[in-house]
């Protein structure tokens, strides 16, 4: 076990507390596009995954890091990723969302792990696992180099050079889309500095910011010790529990950061006074139970969750990523029109 | 709780996931006359933040948002304040 992995400590707790003050789920993000029309959180995303870029392309030049892709196996990616969309709306939340509410004492989000943690290992080598695996390998596409496509090898651009041209694309779409509806002036009671950091909600600017520097660092620390790869979620329940079930120590940078990610979000909730244990009823418990298992089998089939591949693999240019969490979006979208959208439309 | 404003209901979405308090809090304006009040109580920080926003978008009209205690939040609604 390589110690560098306790790095991960730092990174996880930072991560965690982020996550718990910027409320940052991408449930939420996706879901209330369509359901609510409210885009607060997925702006939050968008920064996020734009601060990693930038932040990936100067450590690939400088040759810190390496990009290293999700490969791409099409079949898999759409599916898993469809899968994993249905599971985290039943959830009640992605995989970073049940994270942080787990430290927030929400028992649903507990329940959701449970099943994300059950369902998972299921999925990456127990029964479900030659299924899962004779698909991906029924599907896979890797360039004349056996390299997995990102947009930058399929344009033959260094990867730095083509992050940064589509984060500074980004940044003047975004400039212009903003100045033309005029910021909107910060209205209320002036507070202080450690009652915006400590006792209210994260700005969605503040929050994607800041987990965007987070992933930046991740990936330094896991390169560190030996993991390739910058924040995941689903891996790191998967390891601890083998390890303790077995007794085989498998525990990586990611399981380390993992533990540390829920009580970073725990001690968060703590000081703004948002932890209490508290449960819906038994009929939602069972759902979120469900909902964590399909995310688990979905997460294992892509690869990934939502953290691996939207907040990790986009900025990574990885096509995989990119079409995984595209259906990931789908299938959010399809179970909340069923289970929310349909049903307030029947009301009229 | 002594308060100046009479509530007409009262949803108690406590322990609830996300996003059902929200949806129930929408449903139950829709279905009430306008100018009743509606009062949520409630325990997840981010509809707590969530609620006031899209009720004001669809023509309701926030008059308190108030802690109770901890996580216990208190937010009365006056349903379809600003329709015609």
Known sequence: MNPLIFTGIA????????????????????????????????????VAILVAMIGFAIMDKTGVITVNPVPFFWG?????????????????????????????????????????????????????????????????VTLADGSAPTLA??????????ALIISGVALVVWGVVTKKKAEQAETGEKTSVYQNIFKKGWGWKSAGIVIGAINIIAFYSSALAGRMYPLGICGGYWTTTDSL?????????????????????????????????RAPPPKTLVQTFFGGAIMGFGAAMAGGCNITHVLSGVPQLAV????????????????????????????? | MTDEIKVDKTLDVKGEICPNPDVRTLTTLEKMEKGQILEVLLDYPLS?????????????????????????????????????
């Open chain 2, 48 to 84: 707590v933040e969530r609620i006031p926003r899209n009720v004001e978008n669809r023509k309701h009209k926030v008059l308190k948002v108030e802690k109770i205690d901890g996580t216990d939040h208190r937010i009365l609604i006056e349903a379809k304040a600003n329709r015609e």
């Open chain 1, 11 to 46: 990174v996880g707790f930072a991560f965690g507390f982020a996550l718990q003050r910027g409320r940052f789920c991408m449930n939420s993000a996706f879901r209330d596009i369509i359901l609510m029309k409210d885009y607060t959180l997925l702006k939050a995303v968008g």
């Open chain 1, 153 to 162: 090898n399929l344009a033959g651009v260094p990867f730095w050079l083509m």
């Open chain 1, 320 to 348: 995989s990523s990119i079409l995984g969490g595209a259906f990931l979006i789908f299938g959010c979208w399809f179970m909340a029109w069923i289970l929310f959208i349909r049903p307030m439309r029947n009301l009229d």
């Open chain 1, 245 to 277: 079930i077995t007794g085989v120590n498998q525990m990586n940078w990611l399981s380390v950061m993992l533990l540390s990610t829920i009580l970073g979000a725990f001690v968060a909730a703590k000081i703004a006074g948002e932890f209490k244990f």
């Open chain 1, 76 to 140: 898999a990616l759409m599916v898993g990723g469809f899968v994993f969309g249905i599971g985290m709306v039943l959830a009640g939340g992605c995989a970073s969302g049940i994270t942080y509410r787990l430290g927030e004492g929400m028992i649903g989000a507990m329940m959701a792990v449970l099943g994300l943690t059950l369902f998972g290992l299921m999925s990456s080598k127990g029964v479900f696992h030659p299924a899962i695996a004779t698909l991906r390998n029924a599907t896979t």
